[in-house]
């Protein structure tokens, strides 16, 4: 089962609010990803996730904040977002360094 | 400031030609080397990885690797319109952090029936 799944496929939410996007993987992969990726653009990488400890955070503002509870989670909590982080938000998994990412389907993101 | 660079595109092939995709890196000392392919809307799909120098093969697909010139390339076979998409380069660097991939802006694939 080569398959990660994330939820919700889209949100729209407010300045004020507070939400977050899930992401799960039973392939037992070892290390996750948070991606965000515009349109027409290359996804970027906002963090990794390496054995449950964050490795890298590529210096996202702080109303993103990630959080591995298992091996097989990921979720990203969003609070106080703006405009501009309207996105497709990907999350990725692979079984170690070097290895393949594999993408969920993403959540589609509208802050208005 | 680690770089991969691709043609943006877009590249047009009529059906059932061979279409190439290209693309360099500026660290010599990568090591893995990713083609995923996106279609509009979607998330990118894992098409083929690659290690070592040469080609390597699977179906339709074959990527093909010289890191003498630091070019990672990626044909296609007998190209239908369902390989429309973005094709993206994704490149592992050497050293720094863990499992970080470098990809490069996507070269848009047109397939004309």
């Known amino acids: 089962d080569t398959e990660v799944t994330q939820t919700p496929k889209h949100l729209v939410m407010g300045m004020t609010n507070k939400k977050s996007l899930k992401c799960e993987q039973h392939m037992g992969h070892r290390a996750m990803y948070w991606y965000k990726q515009k349109a027409k653009k290359p996804p970027e990488l906002m963090f990794v996730?390496?054995?449950?400890?964050?490795?890298i955070n590529e210096s996202v503002p702080s109303r993103f904040s990630p959080e591995c509870p298992n091996s097989s989670l990921l979720n990203l909590h969003l609070h106080a977002l703006q405009p501009e982080d309207s996105a497709l938000y990907l999350c990725a998994s692979s079984q170690g360094r070097s290895d393949e990412q594999f993408f969920g389907p993403g959540t589609r993101l509208t802050v208005l | 400031q680690k770089e991969v660079e691709q043609n943006s595109g877009p590249l047009s092939v009529p059906e059932g030609a061979i279409a190439s995709l290209n693309c360099t890196y500026s660290?010599?000392?990568?090591?893995?080397f990713f083609w995923y392919r996106q279609y509009s809307g979607k998330s990118p799909e894992l098409i083929m990885f690659?290690?070592?120098?040469g080609d390597k093969e699977d179906g339709r697909f074959t990527a093909q690797l010289n890191k003498a010139s630091q070019y990672v390339s990626l044909l296609i076979r007998d190209s239908q319109p369902s390989d429309s998409a973005t094709y993206l380069c994704?490149?592992?660097?050497?050293?720094?952090?863990?499992?970080?991939?470098?990809f490069g802006t996507g070269t848009l694939l047109a397939v004309q029936p």
């Open positions: 994704a490149v592992e660097p050497y050293g720094g952090a863990t499992n970080k991939l470098i």
């Open positions: 660290d010599r000392g990568s090591q893995s």
């Open positions: 996730y390496s054995y449950e400890k964050l490795s």
């Open positions: 690659i290690y070592s120098n």
